[in-house]
Every structure is written in structure tokens, then in C-alpha cells.
Nanobody, 123 residues
Framework: VQLQASGGGLVQAGGSLRLSCASS????????MGWFRQAPGKERTFVAS????????YYVDSVKGRFTISRDNARNTLYLQMNSLKPEDTAVYYC?????????????????WGQGTQVTVSS
């Protein structure tokens, strides 16, 4: 599976962005998927995950109530709707394929990392 994230940009605090992650693989719908982010000078960390049917999701506490992960298996695309953005959300955002369940949040639990997309939130 090859993944390509897009949709990042510069937005003011309180604004919204919608990230997309397009998959080239025909088996996209079989996988649990996730979003990670990496802020400057920091490690890459888990943001959200979604199971293959899209009816179960899991979020890091800092984005609960603001971010929504979803997927369209017919379009082989993963999404991350980000609302009420804060400067601390500034990072490069990556999508990846999970090896386990939605509750496996370590970087080593994921593979097939796509190229990231930069999200910058100004104060």
C-alpha cells in the first residue's frame, strides 16, 4: 500500500483543515488506518485511528472533540477533519497502515507511511 497525505496549510488558531490520505492499494479497505504528527524537534506521535469498516475510532486526548477521523473505502481515502485548531497542533501529519487494532498507538505498530503534509497554526 502506498499512501499520500495532502490538505495541510497555514491556518489561524480556531480555524479548520481537512487532511486526506489517498491509497494506491486495492486492499485499503482491509486495514485499520491511523494519523500521526511530528512537531519540530519532537518525536512522531499518534493522533487518531479508525478500523477497516469505519465504525470504530480512537483519539489521543489532546484532539478529542476537535478532530474527526473517517474513511471512504470506495475512494481508498482516509480523512482527518481538524476543527478549533491550536498553535500546538502545528506539525507534519502522516497517515499509515496499522498492524493491529485501533488501540495500538505506537509508531512501531504502523507501516507503509505516506509522505507527510505540513499543518501550521498561527496564534
Amino acid at each position: 500500500v502506498q499512501l499520500q497525505a495532502s490538505g495541510g496549510g497555514l491556518v489561524q488558531a480556531g480555524g479548520s483543515l481537512r487532511l486526506s490520505c489517498a491509497s494506491s492499494g486495492r486492499t485499503f479497505s482491509s486495514y485499520t488506518m491511523g494519523w500521526f504528527r511530528q512537531a519540530p524537534g519532537k518525536e512522531r506521535t499518534f493522533v487518531a485511528s479508525i478500523n477497516w469498516t469505519g465504525d470504530r475510532t480512537y483519539y489521543v486526548d489532546s484532539v478529542k472533540g476537535r478532530f474527526t477521523i473517517s474513511r471512504d473505502n470506495a475512494r481508498n481515502t482516509l480523512y482527518l477533519q481538524m476543527n478549533s485548531l491550536k498553535p500546538e497542533d502545528t506539525a507534519v501529519y502522516y497517515c499509515a497502515v496499522a498492524r493491529g487494532t485501533i488501540y495500538n498507538t505506537r509508531e512501531s505498530d504502523f507501516s507503509s507511511w505516506g509522505q507527510g503534509t505540513q499543518v501550521t497554526v498561527s496564534s
